[in-house]
């Protein structure tokens, strides 16, 4: 399933089909923030930001960047804060986009 995709879930109210977003990969299930080490993110693909987002501001990515998780949003599961390597920006950045490294 592509990054950003619905996925088909059960009948819904009234008989109708409901739509739930695409799970979150494997290895973005746990994103939160342990102790003073901070994770490491990749960028996987590029991503142009929404300046209109309800999110509040989001962030251009560029693939194979590399960014720090600062917040993990669990009211927003396809979503996490990030800040870029350099620190010179912070904002939201879709998680499917983005992979945990050890690097």
Do not use: H
Request: glycine share 6%; with cysteine.
């Amino acid at each position: 399933m592509a990054p950003g995709q619905f996925q088909k879930t059960k009948r819904g109210i009234f008989g109708l089909d409901t739509w739930d977003p695409a799970p979150r990969p494997p290895q973005l299930q746990q994103l939160s923030n342990n102790g003073d080490k901070r994770k490491k993110l990749m960028a996987k693909y590029n991503y142009k930001a929404n300046p209109d987002s309800p999110l509040g501001t989001e962030m251009d990515l560029i693939q194979g960047e590399f960014l720090y998780l600062v917040k993990d949003d669990p009211s927003s599961p396809l979503w996490c804060i990030a800040e870029k390597d350099d620190r010179s920006q912070k904002g939201y950045v879709p998680v499917q986009y983005v992979q945990v490294t050890q690097y």
